[in-house]
């Protein structure tokens, strides 16, 4: 076209940004890669590789190396030989190489875009303006921990081997989510980067090596699904640290479950982008385009599903489906595209296959009057309105420039729709309205909500999910603590055998009464009948069986209630129905503990001999277990209002508030050992941080916990914010850690208990924190109190407030 | 479809792009809609700032579309020491704003490229009509007590009519600040109003000075009555603003002339002034106004640019694209 016919249709025209460097690259490796292990790049011991392709054109790229279980041992055995110089290295040490990375990435950084976006078929300019920026953000700003690690975390330190599998969306900026806080903590790393795109990683592994980081503290093994199980699977790991799909990520749960390998897990979303009538609606269009548009919609919190207000729905989808006509797709070396090509042509036929149902289902589709090019893996923009929220492209997590549109009529009815989602991962919410913003964002179930802007990231902001989204934040002080551990931990003696109570065979039941089990039980002057506590009533358990309850000298104490999987199912509906406990203030939650530890401590010679017909011992030691009791109960009640949010200097003008939430219904099961404390130290943090509890007291000796029923019941403690089920311990924990509706569990109990719990709670991704069978000292407030717990019993929501007027 | 017919097709939807339009007769004030404006300012800057980032325009196509630019540009000059003589020099710059030799290389020799109008003191335009007489190129008069707007506004109907009668084709007058910060729209619109009437035949190009409207929703609501009230042109500045035009002001301009062509059907044009002094900075306002009102605010008659600095930049960016060298100022006749 001459000039003078552009003078005339004003078209953009090609604007292609140079290859030439980054093919260079892969021409100096003949475009053949193998592992990067111990610092230097090896071949894979089957010597088999596969293909990487340009998405934008479907032509090869590179062969990489397919790694196998003998790559991974070998890569895990360079990780585990290289630990000990990096931990000994100490934070500042550490912090020098972290440094020279951020450095290392912005003097390559157009080489790292260009390479991404050719490995990936995302645009450049998102390469190069949003990828590449970030990567080297999160470098610099993990430099800072590393620095700051003994101030910061003084009783903390690295978990050891860290196993990181990421996903193909972002391969740079994963990688860096991954490896700046495993490094900074003292950690060394075996990465597997996506099938698709390894290699910007492989790009990175020799930035490391011209900084000089030590040989095996990172290391890049390729390959596909199986190359990543064959890491979970690996011995010698301490941590695994996913981002990918919710089914993959409830694999890697099972087959970590029980390895005493710590686990955070950044899985799928189908995030809510939520406009009120009040929004600045051109700039929520803008907003739609940045969700859904950007990176093809293959971003796990992109905005997919888009909420409007009914008044302004229909001008709303006008000016959408008049934007789409103003996108450009094509190459992704092109400067002037918005959306490039999608990964591979299965995800592209997934896309398809998805649009087609919801055309089927009678939604009403938009696609701009351009086509897609078609010499690469293209699809072009969508809008679905006229959806329904049981349409499964309403449901399904379809990673594609997709979005559905539904309409709400009310702020309640817009949060409702909002969290009628098994994910959780992020909200965008449009309003400008201050107080409407301030009062939605608290009410989604998600761990980021961004008011008037989206997909927003950065390396001070924790990231991560709520429900089937993942469990563990990356970014900020929150990420950190996934790859730390407390110091004493490794310090911990384990449970022998007799410590934790047999479980109550049938023949058990009903046992006692002819004389057996430790004999007739003394009964106080009137009969007193142990229940079990739900929603605030004392009730029978619904199998109507009891358990002979002995003392340590083998005398028969009492009877408990054999709670059932029903007895379960009961108390954690009562839970999730007291949400009063989780919307009361801070405040108010501590006055109910101090008043629970006010009528503990008015009844303590009771409790005392509660404690020592069971435990034995003196009555000092009794009175010593029911003090500190007493001492836990004060503790956690003066944390309800202490242990703050914070507000994360992100580099833009906004507050980005991390708020500590609770979990909307979290079990706890105990122990035997100490049964008061061992029941109030777990407890007594987690209602105190909102959390509505289903505990299992001591299985062995659970009737100092019935006996606390009275307590709560004189304390104000509301209905079902407390509810106790007492039985045989891993039955009931098992009916817990597979219930949907309770979000996180805390398991203390046997090895195989623990194990147990990891592997059941895999159905929907909850929270787990479990012993391992290692016995912690219920006296130690080191050790049983204090910021770990509070931690544990929450998590971070990040909600970024940009401001200015 | 072979590429030359296609080529065609386009220029014919081009063509069809640049017939002439209606202009705006304003409509009755609608305070209900002038009040539900809603800005953001953080997502607009958001916006503002990938515009530029998203599109990118390269070779042929850059000097196309800085050749375009040209043909927007008001060249202007307002000073105290202005002179006839001064003008008359600016006037042969804006008939002949690109060396003829350049203008060939580019073969685009026979367009007649001119600047879209030449914009003096009310005291210059008879100077300026003189010069420009048979040229097309239309004379604009800033007005209206210029710049600060606050001289009696008899006296600034009168400045109007004066302008006119002197054979100005366009007024460039100046809202009263005030109106828009006390938010008195009636105000603003009644003396919007009589302004308009007092142009007649010659466009209303309404500087809204936006560097001193405090806020992007008080940009937005000014532009819109602007528009009810008979509006040509909205002009972000008088150029004499601590801030002129930026990319987020223009952006939400564009936004409400985009919602009132939607709901009135009448196309207003977009005039950012002060500010704009490179090549660079034409492209990013040529993009935004393609992105953001399409094709057809990219002619004269929808999209001026206020400049007396950008065209020696432009044609230093043309000779490069001719010979590959980066080129001086002084290769390029003054105006």
Redesign the interface.
């Known amino acids: 076209?001459?000039?003078?016919?552009?003078?005339?249709?004003?078209?953009?025209?090609?604007?292609p940004e140079a290859a030439d460097v980054a093919v260079a690259w892969l021409e100096r490796h003949g475009r053949r890669f193998g592992h990067f292990i111990g610092g230097r790049f090896v071949k894979p011991a089957a010597g088999e590789t596969f293909a990487t392709y340009h998405p934008g054109d479907g032509k090869e790229l590179a062969q990489v190396a397919q790694g196998d279980e003998r790559d991974v041992a070998k890569a895990v055995k360079a990780a585990r030989a290289a630990l000990p110089a990096w931990r000994d290295l100490g934070g500042p040490g550490r912090a020098r190489y972290l440094y020279a990375l951020a450095r290392h990435v912005q003097k390559h950084a157009r080489l790292l875009a260009v390479l991404e976006a050719l490995d990936n078929g995302k645009p450049i300019?998102e390469t190069r303006?949003l990828d590449v920026p970030l990567v080297a953000r999160h470098f610099y700003h993990h430099a800072g921990w590393a620095q700051l690690l003994d101030k910061e975390f003084p009783d903390y330190e690295g978990v050891g081997v860290c196993a990181q599998i990421i996903p193909w969306n972002f391969p740079l900026l994963m990688l860096a989510w991954k490896v700046a806080p495993a490094l900074a903590a003292g950690n060394t790393v075996v990465l597997k980067p996506a099938e698709f795109t390894p290699l910007t990683a492989l790009l990175f592994a020799e930035l490391a090596n011209e900084v000089g980081l030590p040989a095996g503290v990172f290391n890049v093994v390729t390959g596909d699904g199986l190359t990543g199980a064959a890491l979970v699977d690996a011995d010698g790991i301490d941590k695994v640290a996913f981002t990918g799909s919710t089914e993959v990520g409830r694999i890697i749960r099972r087959a970590t479950a029980g390895r005493g390998v710590k686990l955070s897990l950044e899985l799928g979303g189908k995030s809510p982008f939520i406009v009120f009538d009040?929004?600045?609606?051109?700039?929520?269009v803008?907003?739609v385009v940045?969700a859904i548009w950007f990176n093809q919609g293959q971003v796990c919190c992109a905005g997919s599903r888009l909420l409007v207000q009914e008044s302004v729905a229909r001008r709303m989808e006008a000016k959408l489906v008049a934007r789409m006509e103003?996108l450009?797709e094509g190459p992704s070396l092109d400067?002037?595209i918005?959306i490039g090509a999608i990964i591979a042509p299965v995800q592209l036929s997934k896309i398809e296959r998805l649009v087609e149902q919801g055309r089927a289902e009678g939604a009403r589709c938009y696609q701009p009057s351009w086509s897609a090019p078609k010499d690469g893996w293209y699809y072009p923009p969508t809008l679905f309105t006229e959806v329904s929220p049981a349409a499964a492209i309403a449901q399904e997590e379809i990673f594609g420039p997709v979005i559905v549109s539904l309409t709400f009529r009310t702020p309640a009815e817009a949060v409702e729709l909002a969290n009628d989602t098994r994910y959780g991962l992020a909200a965008s919410v449009w309003t400008?309205n201050i107080n409407l913003a301030l009062d939605v964002a608290p009410k989604l179930k998600a761990g980021v909500v961004w008011v008037?802007?989206t997909n927003q990231f950065d390396a001070a902001a924790g990231f991560g999910g709520y429900r089937e989204s993942g469990f563990g934040r990356e970014g900020g002080r929150e990420g950190m603590f996934e790859y730390l551990k407390p110091r004493f931990e490794a310090r911990l003696a384990r449970y022998s055998s007799g410590d934790l109570a047999p479980p109550a065979a049938a023949s058990d039941l009903g046992a006692g009464l002819d004389g057996g089990h430790g004999g007739a039980v003394a009964f106080a002057p009137i009969d007193r009948t142990p229940k079990l506590y739900i929603g605030g009533k004392q009730k029978r358990p619904d199998g109507n069986y009891s358990y002979p309850v002995l003392s340590a000298a083998g005398a028969r104490v009492g009877d408990a209630p054999l709670g059932n999987r029903k007895d379960v199912r009961d108390a954690v509906e009562a839970a999730v129905k007291s949400g009063a406990w989780t919307q009361a203030t801070a405040h108010a939650r501590a006055q109910v503990l101090y008043y629970v530890a006010e009528n503990l401590s008015a009844r303590a010679p009771e409790f005392e001999e509660r404690l020592r017909s069971l435990v034995g011992g003196t009555r000092k030691a009794a009175g010593r277990e029911v003090e500190k009791s007493v001492d836990r109960l004060f503790s956690a009640a003066a944390y309800a209002d202490k242990y703050d949010g914070r507000v994360h200097p992100t580099p833009?003008?906004?507050v980005t508030l991390a708020m500590n939430e609770p979990y909307d219904v979290l079990a706890v099961v105990c122990p035997d050992e100490a049964p008061l404390l061992a029941f109030v130290s777990l407890v007594a943090p987690a209602l105190a941080m909102g959390n509505r509890v289903v505990a299992v007291p001591s299985a062995r000796w659970p009737l100092p916990v019935t006996d606390l029923y009275q307590v709560f019941d004189t304390s104000d403690v509301p209905g079902g914010a407390i509810n106790i089920v007492t039985g045989v311990r891993d039955e009931l924990a098992k009916v817990l850690a597979q219930h949907d509706a309770v979000e996180a569990i805390w398991y203390v109990g046997s090895a195989e208990g623990s194990a147990m719990v990891e592997r059941e709670s895999a159905g929907n991704l909850k929270a787990t924190w479990v012993n391992s069978g290692r016995a912690r000292d219920w006296y130690d407030d080191a050790q049983a109190a204090g910021p770990e717990f509070l931690r544990r019993a929450t998590r971070v929501k990040n909600v970024w407030v940009?401001?200015?007027? | 479809m072979t590429m030359s017919r296609e080529v065609d097709l386009r220029l014919e939807q081009a063509a069809a792009h640049a017939a002439p339009l209606p202009r705006n007769d304003g409509m009755a004030l609608e305070l209900d809609w002038v009040e539900g404006v809603r800005v953001n300012l953080s997502a607009v800057e958001r916006r503002a700032a990938t515009l530029t980032t998203r599109r990118s325009v390269k070779k042929d196509w850059q000097a196309a579309w800085l050749l375009k630019a040209v043909t927007l540009i008001d060249l202007t000059t307002l000073a105290g020491d202005d002179t006839p003589g001064r003008v008359r020099r600016l006037c042969a710059k804006a008939m002949h704003p690109v060396r003829q030799d350049l203008l060939d290389a580019l073969g685009v020799g026979d367009l007649r490229i001119t600047t879209g109008a030449v914009c003096v003191y009310h005291d210059m335009v008879p100077a300026a009509v003189a010069a420009l007489r048979g040229s097309g190129v239309p004379v604009a008069a800033v007005s209206t007590g210029f710049p600060a707007g606050l001289s009696p506004l008899e006296t600034r109907i009168e400045e109007i009519r004066q302008s006119v009668a002197a054979g100005a084709d366009e007024i460039d007058i100046v809202i009263s600040r005030r109106h828009a910060l006390t938010h008195d729209w009636e105000a603003l619109y009644e003396e919007l109003r009589l302004f308009r009437q007092a142009c007649g035949p010659a466009h209303m190009k309404a500087i809204l000075a936006t560097g001193e409207l405090g806020t992007l929703r008080n940009v937005y609501k000014a532009s819109l009555v602007a528009m009810m009230a008979g509006s040509d042109f909205i002009k972000t500045s008088t150029g004499k603003e601590p801030v002129n035009a930026t990319l987020p002001v223009s952006l939400v301009m564009a936004r409400a002339i985009r919602e009132y062509f939607e709901r009135t059907g009448s196309a207003v044009g977009f005039k950012p002034a002060g500010g704009l002094r490179t090549a660079k900075d034409a492209l990013a306002w040529l993009v935004l106004m393609k992105e953001e009102l399409g094709r057809r605010w990219l002619e004269p008659d929808l999209f001026r640019i206020g400049a007396s600095s950008l065209l020696a930049d432009i044609e230093r960016q043309l000779e490069h694209h001719v010979t590959g060298r980066y080129s001086a100022t002084y290769r390029h006749p003054l105006g």
């Open positions: 076209m001459s000039v003078k016919e552009i003078f005339e249709t004003m078209e953009y025209g090609p604007a300019r303006d009040d929004a600045d609606l051109d700039s929520a803008e907003g940045d103003t450009r400067k002037g918005d400008e008037n802007c833009m003008r906004n940009p401001y200015g007027e």
